[in-house]
């Protein structure tokens, strides 16, 4: 069974601070997608970037950056020069090949993020 | 594009009550799904349809809970009878289909049973 374990439950840094949130996935498909999304105060889920198993290319998208390790299990989140807007729960989330779709997720527990100025 | 409409946001009721949640999905959008995020908990998800088939219902409780989608667009998710331990939040998502897709998730109805 797939397991995702996010063992930071809540960060706070100050404005400008860089920040690593961790995820750590389990599972037995050799083909699965891996996910972070973001939950603001307004209770939406936004979805930040999708990751499949074959591509462990690191990936820099303005003020995100993404660290994909298969031989640890582990797919981190990092804010670079974090602003108070960052402020939100972070969910890693996993999606195995074997679901037929990318989108039956399970999530983590979620890490909250609070940016103070 | 308009996103995931659900309704109501927010839903106070007491326990052995019923009580019903609506989902429009993103036109166009093939599966849709209902996740309940207990609080300070990541989504956990109930149901998955196809079209309007269900995919997968194996975490639905379903002595209680029971869910439909018509004609493969809207759906609606009920409750009945309402136990305190549902108090959660329900999200509703929508995804084309393919593998190689994104869910996008509703602003969520917050459940409180009291």
């Known amino acids: 069974a797939q397991k995702v374990t996010q063992a930071q439950t809540e960060i706070s840094v100050v404005e400008k601070e860089d920040v690593t949130l961790d995820c750590v996935y389990e599972?037995?498909?050799?083909?699965?997608?891996l996910f972070w999304y973001k939950q603001p105060p307004s209770g939406e889920l936004v979805f930040l970037i999708r990751?499949?198993?074959?591509?462990?290319q690191n990936e820099i998208s303005g003020r995100y950056s993404w660290n994909f390790q298969k031989s640890t299990s582990s797919f981190n989140f990092t804010i670079t020069a974090s602003q108070v807007v960052d402020s939100a729960v972070y969910f890693c989330a996993l999606s195995e090949a074997g679901t037929g779709t990318a989108s039956k997720l399970t999530f983590g527990t979620g890490t909250r993020l609070q940016v103070t100025l | 594009e308009a996103g995931v409409a659900q309704s109501p946001r927010y839903k106070i009721i007491e326990k052995r009550q019923s009580v019903a949640f609506w989902c429009n999905p993103i036109s166009g959008h093939a599966t849709l799904y209902w996740y309940q995020q207990i609080l300070g908990q990541g989504p956990k998800l109930l149901i998955q349809f196809q079209n309007n088939g269900v995919v997968d219902d194996s975490q639905l409780p379903k002595d209680r809970f029971s869910a439909e989608r018509l004609k493969g667009v809207d759906s609606t998710l009920k409750i009945q009878p309402a136990k305190l331990e549902d108090s959660a939040v329900y999200l509703c998502?929508?995804?084309?289909?393919?593998?190689?897709?994104?869910?996008?998730f509703g602003q969520g109805t917050r459940l409180t049973v009291v």
């Open positions: 998502a929508s995804s084309p289909l393919g593998w190689n897709t994104e869910a996008f």
């Open positions: 599972t037995r498909d050799t083909t699965y997608y």
């Open positions: 990751r499949n198993s074959f591509d462990e």
